[in-house]
């Protein structure tokens, strides 16, 4: 290795040390000085962007709009610019609260859920979201159903910060990387915003200590690669926050739409992978590095001919008609499902689908 880079390594390390340092893990700062191409595309993606401080994000001047928002039966709500970042104010035929907006959760290449921090033990998960595909504010997931009764309750859903089950902490942690720091008044603060190259490779620091001493071979040996990861590992990896794989004994409701946002949960039951023996896991289709807009269908028809090459496949629709000459496999052997209107997720269950059943294959 040659000096000046040996150098830059080192001042790199010591800038994420103070940036990102929990522990082993040095950030991506630190990452991108050596792997610059996979990190340039890495930042674009929605795993990158996928946490803020909500005055940050790229989309608040959308979110923010100054726009007042109806909530049955009487309460208005809007979300405003203030010197200070963002807050959301609400009011009834008496009341008004007036309260800060901390975070934004989401890329926004479907959607931006917005919290605050009630106070020591409890987190608020906003009602109104942002959904791209509307370019406008509606009901957040899971909120359409309750029915507020007082305006705190209009505001929002309450979530305890450290609850095991559904605390807000279990939040941050999927969408940040490395340990969530967490002071004496359970104020949650993230080592580094987003879905980063330590949340897949693991901590760095030892592989650019050793990278920064000229030992390439013992760095490789330091750094989790997932190219050489079994399929099933992988799935169960990115189901840590995607869910993972149903374990034997549990039961999925697999006619419940929302359920199809768990990919992993999906594609472990498809015969393409469970006939694949190791050769299909979440990496066959999907670059890590890359922002998943950018992926091209020809991309996707290229993995699934890896294996179905017209001859030993048959890709027959139900329809008994040609497969569609455009090459889009996924359009209808991977179905788009939306369980709520502006939300949209495709059904990683492979197989042969009734056009009007997208949530389990035919037969199955």
Same mark, same amino acid.
């Given at each position: 290795?040659?000096?000046?880079?040996?150098?830059?390594?080192?001042?790199?390390?010591?800038?994420?040390?103070?940036?990102?340092?929990?522990? $082993?893990?040095? !950030? #991506?700062?630190?990452?991108?000085?050596? /792997?610059? @191409?996979?990190?340039?595309?890495?930042?674009?993606? &929605?795993?990158?962007?996928?946490?803020?401080?909500?005055?940050?994000h790229p989309l608040a001047a959308r979110f923010a709009a100054n726009e007042w928002l109806t909530r049955e039966p009487s309460f208005r709500v809007r979300y405003r610019r203030s010197p200070n970042g963002i807050r959301a104010q609400g009011h009834d035929k008496e009341n008004v609260?007036?309260?800060?907006?901390?975070?934004?959760?989401?890329?926004?290449?479907?959607?931006?859920?917005?919290?605050?921090?009630?106070?020591?033990?409890?987190?608020?998960?906003?009602?109104?979201?942002?959904? $791209?595909?509307? !370019? #406008?504010?509606?009901?957040?997931?899971? /909120?359409? @159903?309750?029915?507020?009764?007082?305006?705190?309750? &209009?505001?929002?859903?309450?979530?305890?910060t450290k609850d095991p089950a559904v605390g807000i902490l279990g939040c941050f942690e999927c969408h940040s990387t490395g340990p969530v720091r967490i002071s004496p008044g359970n104020i949650l603060q993230p080592a580094e915003a987003g879905v980063r190259c330590e949340a897949c490779?693991?901590?760095?620091?030892?592989?650019?200590?050793?990278?920064?001493?000229?030992?390439?071979?013992?760095?490789?040996?330091?750094?989790?690669?997932?190219?050489?990861?079994?399929?099933?590992?992988?799935?169960?990896?990115?189901?840590?926050?995607?869910?993972?794989?149903?374990?034997?004994?549990?039961?999925?409701?697999?006619?419940?739409?929302?359920?199809?946002?768990?990919?992993?949960?999906?594609?472990?039951?498809?015969?393409?992978?469970?006939?694949?023996?190791?050769?299909?896991?979440?990496?066959?289709?999907?670059?890590?590095?890359?922002?998943?807009?950018?992926?091209?269908?020809?991309?996707?028809?290229?993995?699934?001919?890896?294996?179905?090459?017209?001859?030993?496949?048959?890709?027959?629709?139900?329809?008994?008609?040609?497969?569609?000459?455009?090459?889009?496999?996924?359009?209808?052997?991977?179905?788009?499902?939306?369980?709520?209107?502006?939300?949209?997720?495709?059904?990683?269950?492979?197989?042969?689908?009734?056009?009007?059943?997208?949530?389990?294959?035919?037969?199955?």
């Amino acid at each position: 290795m040659n000096r000046p880079l040996h150098l830059a390594l080192l001042l790199l390390l010591a800038a994420g040390a103070a940036a990102a340092e929990t522990g $082993s893990f040095v !950030g #991506a700062g630190v990452c991108a000085s050596c /792997h610059p @191409a996979q990190s340039t595309r890495q930042d674009k993606s &929605a795993h990158a962007l996928s946490l803020h401080a909500a005055a940050q994000h790229p989309l608040a001047a959308r979110f923010a709009a100054n726009e007042w928002l109806t909530r049955e039966p009487s309460f208005r709500v809007r979300y405003r610019r203030s010197p200070n970042g963002i807050r959301a104010q609400g009011h009834d035929k008496e009341n008004v609260i007036d309260i800060p907006v901390e975070w934004a959760f989401g890329a926004g290449e479907q959607a931006v859920t917005l919290v605050t921090r009630i106070d020591s033990e409890w987190h608020l998960e906003h009602h109104f979201s942002y959904y $791209s595909a509307i !370019g #406008a504010m509606a009901p957040t997931a899971g /909120h359409s @159903a309750l029915q507020p009764k007082t305006l705190p309750e &209009a505001m929002g859903l309450p979530y305890k910060t450290k609850d095991p089950a559904v605390g807000i902490l279990g939040c941050f942690e999927c969408h940040s990387t490395g340990p969530v720091r967490i002071s004496p008044g359970n104020i949650l603060q993230p080592a580094e915003a987003g879905v980063r190259c330590e949340a897949c490779h693991g901590p760095g620091r030892p592989h650019v200590q050793a990278a920064s001493r000229g030992d390439i071979r013992q760095a490789r040996t330091l750094i989790a690669n997932p190219k050489r990861t079994p399929a099933q590992e992988i799935l169960v990896k990115c189901g840590q926050c995607h869910r993972p794989p149903a374990t034997a004994g549990t039961s999925i409701d697999w006619n419940y739409s929302w359920n199809v946002r768990h990919q992993p949960v999906y594609l472990a039951q498809s015969k393409c992978m469970t006939k694949s023996a190791g050769q299909l896991s979440c990496l066959t289709c999907h670059d890590p590095h890359s922002p998943l807009k950018e992926t091209s269908k020809d991309t996707y028809r290229e993995r699934c001919l890896a294996c179905h090459d017209g001859r030993s496949a048959r890709a027959v629709p139900v329809n008994s008609g040609p497969c569609r000459k455009d090459g889009a496999c996924a359009t209808c052997h991977m179905p788009a499902v939306s369980p709520q209107p502006a939300l949209r997720f495709t059904n990683h269950w492979i197989g042969i689908y009734d056009p009007a059943k997208p949530l389990r294959p035919r037969n199955q």
